[in-house]
């Protein structure tokens, strides 16, 4: 079963930067690409950005163009999410996905999660 593992939320003011890590399990090689997606209570969970293990394609959402770039390390099976210039309403929890397809993205649905880590962007 695949497993991922999320971590580097926390407490950052406004302006700053946080990375966001997502260890993938073994049995993840199946996998053709992973993303992030966040939620807020009361709201839909909305996607972030994804990237291609292979190819390396990226896409990202409107509001985080500019500010957060998503990479892998394909030796070590991690995902990460590096957020700049963060605002308050980035404040969520975000979640790692996992899915057998690019093309999928940015649909919801599909794939397997990770438990999640919290993001707080306060003064």
């Known amino acids: 079963q695949v497993q991922l593992v999320e971590s580097g939320g926390g407490l950052v003011p406004p302006g700053g930067s946080l990375r966001l890590s997502c260890v993938a399990s073994e049995r993840s090689f199946g996998l053709d690409a992973m993303g992030w997606f966040r939620q807020t209570p009361g709201k839909e969970r909305e996607f972030v950005a994804a990237i291609n293990w292979n190819a390396g394609r990226t896409m990202y959402a409107d509001s985080v163009k500019g500010r957060f770039t998503i990479s892998r390390n394909n030796q070590k099976m991690t995902l990460y999410l590096q957020m700049d210039n963060l605002k308050p309403e980035d404040s969520a929890v975000y979640y790692c996905?996992?899915?057998?397809?690019?093309?999928?993205?940015?649909?919801?649905?599909?794939?397997?999660w990770g438990q999640g880590t919290q993001v707080t962007v306060s003064s």
């Open positions: 996905n996992g899915r057998q397809s690019f093309n999928n993205f940015p649909g919801l649905g599909v794939g397997y």
